[in-house]
């Protein structure tokens, strides 16, 4: 955490709030009273901003073995369609630093020689324009 000192209601509201993002819930499930649940979160979730955020991160770092693992196993599953498995390889590699190929469209057959010529002398203009 950030070394503030949380008192244990708040230490379970930043617990609460990070696995299911309601405030109100959070609030009365870390013992503050229903009655003043909604603004109590509303508080805490300003408040502990800073506890939260790490503590969410903390949850989502925990859940990405189980992710890796249900991509691997959709890409090997011979029930899975193609496009399925073409996804979730392409995941796997774009969270692993490798460049996927994307598919470029053709486009020079939809548009007439001065339609491209236009729009690639706008494209020059708008690169021209963004360096200096």
């Known amino acids: 955490m950030t070394g503030k000192t949380l008192t244990d209601k ?3 509201f930043v617990e609460n709030f990070s696995k299911t993002g309601n405030a109100t819930k959070s609030a009365i499930a870390s013992g503050y009273s229903p009655a003043t649940a909604e603004q109590q979160g509303y508080e805490l979730k300003k408040k502990l901003a800073t506890e939260i955020d790490h503590a ?7 859940s990405v073995p189980l992710a890796i693992d ?3 196993s959709l890409i090997v599953d011979d029930k ?3 496009s399925v ?3 979730a390889i ?11 190929i994307h598919k470029v469209e053709d486009v020079t057959k939809q548009k007439s020689d001065d339609e491209l010529q236009q729009e690639l002398n706008h494209l020059l203009q ?6 200096h």
């Open 70 to 72: 249900k991509l691997q």
């Open 90 to 100: 392409n995941s796997i590699l774009d969270r692993t630093g490798y460049q996927t």
């Open 85 to 87: 498995k073409l996804g």
């Open 80 to 82: 899975v369609n193609a």
């Open 126 to 131: 708008n690169i021209n324009t963004t360096e």
């Open 56 to 62: 969410t991160k903390q949850v989502l770092a925990s």
């Open 10 to 12: 708040q230490r379970a």
